[in-house]
């Protein structure tokens, strides 16, 4: 995966800017299967210093599909964040592999809640759904009428 190497050698110190965009092959590659797909265009600002250190400021921006976790049909949610990273070359290292760190970023933008706004999730799944909870709620009922404190519960009320 060579799509966020950003070269480290061969420039002085100073600021340079770089875009990549990060599409559902980007994912995949992380073997991501709930990311349904992507468009996120990645902004990094690249400051080297005169000395040993480099660091990057990202803007992430764009849209991530995925499962809807009330009826699973596929929501598109908005993704922004501005991370920043740092790296201290060892001497060795002629490039900045920016690629887990754009995947992690994005990832942690998702809300924890990946659902449709109210009324927008696929009908047929909501009345099922609904259907089950009115289900529970009659199970429920015959469950206190069968019990065997049910009876108990009267004896408070009639002192």
């Not at 990057?56 to 809807?68: A, R, Y």
Request: charged share 25%; glycine share 8%.
């Amino acid at each position: 995966m060579k799509t966020f190497v950003i070269p480290l050698n061969g420039w002085a110190a100073g600021e340079r800017k770089f875009a990549f965009h990060a599409g559902l092959e980007f994912f995949q590659q992380f073997d991501n299967t709930e990311i349904l797909d992507a468009g996120v265009n990645v902004e990094v600002t690249v400051v080297k210093d005169g000395r040993n250190k480099v660091e990057g400021s990202l803007h992430l921006e764009g849209t991530v599909t995925v499962p809807c976790d009330r009826c699973l049909d596929p929501v598109t949610l908005p993704v922004e964040s501005t991370p920043s990273e740092t790296l201290t070359p060892g001497g060795t290292e002629v490039d900045w592999d920016l690629s887990q760190a754009v995947y992690d970023f994005v990832c942690l933008s998702l809300p924890l809640q990946r659902s449709h706004p109210e009324g927008a999730c696929d009908p047929d799944t909501v009345r099922f759904l609904s259907r089950g909870e009115r289900g529970n709620e009659e199970a429920g009922t015959a469950t206190e009428v069968n019990s065997p404190f049910a009876a108990l519960k009267g004896l408070l009320d009639s002192k």
